[in-house]
């Protein structure tokens, strides 16, 4: 059963940052696409970032651009969420997600239901 394993959440205050991590069991394969989501109480799930690990190409959901950067080491199958000028607004249940589909299109969309593992999340919390 594949496993992924996030970790670097905390509570921090408004224009604070934080580096979250991602390790897979499945250290041996390299996932193609893999990303961030987030959660806030009664709130659906939707993507922060996603990284098509091909080619490294990113995508932000508008509302981090600028203040968050998604990283890989594929050598480890390890995603990062480097995450600055934190908001708020940014607090959250973070998950990690991976896919085994080779399809560049829809790691841009990052879309939940294209992601078929999915880590046990960490907690952000951001204080003004």
């Known amino acids: 059963q594949e496993r992924l394993v996030e970790s670097g959440g905390d509570s921090v205050q408004a224009g604070g940052s934080l580096r979250l991590s991602c390790a897979a069991s499945?250290?041996?394969?390299?996932?193609?696409?893999m990303g961030w989501f987030r959660q806030a109480p009664g709130r659906e799930r939707e993507k922060v970032a996603t990284?098509?690990?091909?080619?490294?190409?990113?995508w932000y959901a508008d509302s981090v651009s600028g203040r968050f950067s998604i990283s890989q080491e594929n050598a480890k199958n390890t995603l990062f969420l480097h995450m600055h000028n934190l908001k708020p607004e940014d607090t959250a249940m973070y998950y990690c997600a991976a896919t085994d589909g080779y399809n560049r299109g829809l790691c841009a969309l990052g879309e939940v239901g294209d992601f078929g593992y999915w880590g046990q999340g960490t907690q952000v919390t951001v204080s003004s």
């Open positions: 499945r250290y041996t394969i390299i996932y193609p696409c």
């Open positions: 990284v098509y690990t091909t080619d490294g190409r990113t």
